[in-house]
């Protein structure tokens, strides 16, 4: 089972209403890492002095400025910020999506900013699972086709990768759904869809970007539960998120500002997000 905020011993409550008062409780956010976090492993994600600059001339913005992170297996860490700040594009250029102007990103010991394009294609199907807001789903392939098609371009035989895919969709309770196509799905049923997607094959680094956005908050929980319980297994995740209750389900909160990091899982942040305070947020 999945550590809860609400329910875990490293974890405390979520800001219920019933919940005691934010300085009667450890915050979730500054408890000490999880078990399975061995920060004597080697880490999953490096990141090394990250910047991005997009455009140039008079329309260039300062993405990202001299970023630094280490995630380690087992971690789930919080990606937070106001709009603009960088979230989305730390988030691409760790999965290799995008580039960075300069600096390193490290997974599982290799440097992605300089292995060729079909190396870094097998890397990112073999190590990241990414899990985009917009679900990112094939329209033309069912949710069993989605979830194996990664696998099969990895050389994994169709029929062994529909088992792996039949296999996430028990996990995250949606067998029934398994020949739908995605327009047939609800938004909720198609994001964990694509995290099943995300997760299959026991990908070790899981990128979310707002993977709640569209999501009521019962299915943003279930999404979150599933992330966490693939962390707890021995995998880092890295989960954008806008939502306080929702970065409660990390080990640390990173926050960002104009491309900085300008914080981490201080218990006075922590704190005054989990009870709503920080407005600019
Ligand atoms: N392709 C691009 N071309 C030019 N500027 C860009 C591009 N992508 C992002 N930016 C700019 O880089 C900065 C960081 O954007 P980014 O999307 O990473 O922020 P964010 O924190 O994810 O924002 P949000 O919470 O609104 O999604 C912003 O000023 C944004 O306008």
Known sequence: MPRHPQNSPQHG???????????????PLT???SPNSARSADPVLRLVELTRVHGSGATEVQALRGINLDLFPGELVAVMGPSGSGKSTLLTIAGGLDKP??????VEGTDITTTDRKSLAALRRRSIGYVFQDYNL???????????????????????????????LEEIGLTPLADRFPDEMSGGQQQRVALARALVGD?????????????DSETGEAVLALLRSRCDAGAAGVLVTHEPRFAAWADRVVFLRD???VDQTLRSSADSLLTGQAADL
Do not use: C, F, M, Y
């Open 203 to 215: 990908r070790r680094l899981v990128l979310a970007d707002e993977p709640t956005g569209a999501l």
């Open 138 to 168: 094939i329209p033309a392939l069912t949710a069993a086709e989605n979830i194996a098609l990664p696998r099969e371009l990895d050389g994994i035989s169709a029929r062994k990768a529909r088992a792996e895919a039949l296999a996430a």
């Open 31 to 33: 408890a000490a890492p």
């Open 101 to 106: 102007t300069s600096g390193s990103v490290i």
């Open 13 to 27: 409550p979520r800001p219920d209403a019933d919940a005691p008062h934010a300085s009667q409780r450890p915050s």
């Open 259 to 261: 491309g900085s990091v």
